[in-house]
């Protein structure tokens, strides 16, 4: 029941740009994005309630549809901050538990 | 305050032996999780509680008690540890479902 993240990996150099896309064979209520530092815990990024709902902050960018069951999250300008891994996390309609997909290490070259 | 804050940082076990993670939030939150992280696998909901002595599986229970007797705390137990239980543990909590999840730091278990 995990959703699923694609790709698993991406190297970029920096000031390029990236997608990472996060699916599911369920019908989804939310979609939340966070981002991970090698031993550290995950930080949340943004959370997506509506079926094609855009949020964004900085050069961070999600979005929902809600129809196709994905969401994804465009780095554009990316940093050096930028690495780490990505996760997803999705919620069904009527249930509280929040399920991660497996995550996308980006790494982000100078 | 100090957020999500897991004991014990670290712990290695021997195989048979039992433990308990305790997961303490000092930010009134109604509901907690507890997950595990292994290389290539992402986080993994083992158990969570929608509220004070409510307890629900996730997608990877099998090995582990929870409970949830106090608002504040949410214990993870292991019975019997065994080498496949051998991973990171992160406890989390929000206030909603549609609230932010906050992490703990974190707690490494090694099962020999």
């Known amino acids: 029941q995990q959703p699923v993240q694609s790709p698993q990996a991406v190297i970029l150099r920096e000031g390029e740009d990236a997608v990472i896309n996060c699916s599911s064979s369920?019908?989804?209520?939310?979609v939340h994005w966070y981002r991970q530092k090698h031993g550290e815990a995950p930080i949340f990024l943004m959370i997506l309630l509506k079926g094609g709902e855009q949020k964004g902050h900085d050069k961070i960018s999600a979005s929902f549809n809600e129809k196709k069951q994905q969401s994804s999250l465009y780095l554009t300008a990316s940093q050096l901050s930028y690495s780490g891994t990505y996760f997803c996390?999705?919620?069904?309609?009527?249930?509280?538990?929040?399920?991660f997909g497996q995550g996308t290490r980006l790494t982000i070259n100078p | 305050n100090a957020g999500v804050t897991q004991t014990p940082k670290f712990r290695v076990l021997k195989t048979g032996q039992s433990m308990t993670l305790l997961c303490a939030q000092d930010m009134n939150h109604e509901y907690m999780y507890w997950y595990r992280q292994d290389p290539g696998m992402g986080l993994r909901l083992i158990h969570y509680?929608?509220?004070?002595?409510?307890?629900a599986k996730g997608e990877v229970p099998d090995g582990y008690n929870v409970s949830r007797l106090k608002k504040q705390n949410f214990l993870l137990g292991l019975e019997s540890a065994a080498p496949s239980q051998t991973s990171v543990y992160f406890c989390?909590?929000?206030?909603?479902?549609?609230?932010?999840?906050?992490f703990g730091a974190g707690s490494r278990l090694t099962v020999l």
């Open positions: 369920k019908a989804l209520y939310s």
């Open positions: 989390a909590s929000r206030a909603n479902p549609n609230n932010v999840l906050t």
């Open positions: 509680s929608v509220g004070e002595g409510t307890t």
């Open positions: 996390g999705t919620v069904r309609g009527g249930a509280q538990k929040l399920v």
